[in-house]
C-alpha cells in the first residue's frame, strides 16, 4: 500500500531523515514510535504530501507522489484518512457539519446522502445523536472519535494517526486504541500510527518501526520487538515497565 525508498529529509542545514526505507502492506496497522525529535511526525507529514522529501521516493499504491502537482495529489489524498494530534475540529460548525465537510466540499452527494453517512461513521465510533452538539461541549475523548469519524466519511484505504493519545487520560487512551483496532477490522483499512506511548503502540500494532536520529533502526512485530537485543529499543520497554510500576 505505502513504500518509502531512500526517503531524505532536510529542514535547512539539519538532516531529519536520513535514508528511510519501509513498506506498510495493505490492511496492517503499523506503528511508527521514535523519542521526540526523532523524524516520526515529518514522516507521517511527507507520507500524506504536505511536505516533500530532499530526496527518495514515496509510493502509494504504486503511484510515487513525490513528482506529483498539489491537484495530483489532492486526488491521492481522496483514498486518505487523517485523525490529527489535538482533533482539528472547526469549533463554530456542529459535530455534524465538521464530519460532514469533507463531503460537501469534494463530493456532488445530495444534503440527504450526507447526513446518513455522518449518522453511519458517527455510529461507528460510539458517538450516536451528537451531530447538533458543539466541539467545545465534548470531552477530549469524544472530540478524537469526532475526528475520526471525519476521517473515515470518505471510506479511505488509508488512515493517518498523529499522536491518537495524546492529552488523554489512560483508560481513555485504551478506548482510543480499541477504537483505531476496531476502526481497522471493520472498514479493513491500512492504519499508519504515529506515537510515543509504547504501551499503545503494543496494543494495537501489527507491527512496529522505530526511528531514532534519522534512522529507522527496527521494523518487526510486537513479539519480536520485545525480544529485541537492541538498547534503544529497550530503553522504551524499560520506559514502559517503569511507568507501570509507578501507576498506584
Do not use: W
Amino acid at each position: 500500500m505505502i513504500k518509502l525508498v531512500g526517503i531524505r529529509k532536510s529542514f535547512g542545514e539539519k538532516e531529519v531523515l536520513k535514508g528511510i526505507d519501509l513498506t506498510i502492506k495493505a490492511g496492517e496497522t503499523l506503528v511508527i514510535i521514535g523519542g521526540s525529535g526523532s523524524g516520526k511526525s515529518t514522516l507521517l507529514r511527507l507520507m500524506i504530501g504536505l511536505i516533500k522529501p530532499t530526496g527518495g521516493k514515496i509510493l502509494i499504491d504504486g503511484a510515487d507522489t513525490v513528482p506529483m502537482t498539489e491537484e495530483e495529489l489532492d486526488r491521492v489524498r481522496l483514498r486518505m484518512g487523517m485523525v490529527f494530534q489535538y482533533s482539528a475540529l472547526f469549533d463554530s460548525m456542529t459535530v455534524g457539519d465538521n464530519v460532514a465537510f469533507g463531503l460537501r466540499e469534494h463530493t456532488k452527494k445530495s444534503e440527504l446522502e450526507i447526513a446518513a453517512i455522518v449518522r453511519e461513521k458517527l455510529h461507528l465510533v460510539g458517538l450516536g445523536g451528537v451531530e447538533d452538539m458543539m466541539p467545545s461541549e465534548l470531552s477530549g475523548g469524544m472530540k478524537k472519535r469526532v475526528s475520526l469519524a471525519r476521517a473515515i466519511a470518505f471510506e479511505p484505504s488509508i488512515i493517518f494517526y498523529d499522536e491518537p493519545s495524546s492529552g488523554l487520560d489512560p483508560l481513555m487512551t485504551e478506548k482510543i486504541d480499541e477504537l483505531i483496532v476496531n476502526t481497522q477490522k471493520a472498514l479493513g483499512v491500512t492504519s499508519v500510527v504515529v506515537t510515543h506511548d509504547m504501551a499503545s503502540a503494543c496494543r494495537i500494532a501489527d507491527r512496529i518501526a522505530m526511528l531514532c536520529d534519522g534512522y529507522m533502526i527496527a521494523v518487526d512485530t510486537v513479539g519480536r520487538f520485545k525480544e529485541s537485543k537492541d538498547a534503544r529499543v529497550q530503553a522504551f520497554f524499560h520506559a514502559l515497565r517503569t511507568a507501570k510500576e509507578a501507576k498506584p
